[in-house]
């Protein structure tokens, strides 16, 4: 039943930061392992980061870690993604998602998703 809206993406330059937000409506925001997912025209959905319910455990995927972090605040409904040193292949529609799967990295654990804020980065 929880729904969700992404915002923060933009357009930046290699090297530098956005922190995108997923705002969730409120009711059963905090019982769900929530995902960040990102899609570049062409290209198949790609998982970013996953983080569970109450925060201690995070999963990235290669290409972000030690770039992006994901974070929650269950008290704002909202979970966030920071992401520096930016860079052009990091170009895409971002998405987050809601689930109660154990395999946090596949698109297939999630059931609810956000409609994607867009993430330009020039070089």
């Known amino acids: 039943q929880v729904q969700l809206v992404e915002s923060g993406g933009g357009l930046v330059q290699a090297g530098g930061s956005l922190r995108l937000s997923c705002a969730a409506s409120?009711?059963?925001?905090?019982?769900?392992?929530m995902g960040w997912f990102r899609q570049a025209p062409g290209k198949e959905r790609e998982f970013v980061a996953a983080?569970?319910?109450?925060?201690?455990?995070?999963n990235y995927a290669d290409s972000v870690k030690g770039r992006f972090a994901i974070s929650r605040d269950n008290a704002k409904n909202t979970v966030y993604l920071q992401m520096n040193t930016l860079k052009p292949e990091d170009t895409a529609v971002y998405l987050c998602?809601?689930?109660?799967?154990?395999?946090?990295?596949?698109?297939?654990?999630?059931?609810?998703w956000g409609q994607g804020t867009q993430v330009t980065i020039s070089s």
């Open positions: 998602a809601a689930g109660h799967g154990s395999e946090v990295a596949g698109w297939q654990s999630y059931h609810v």
């Open positions: 409120e009711r059963t925001f905090s019982t769900y392992t």
């Open positions: 983080i569970d319910v109450s925060g201690g455990y995070t």
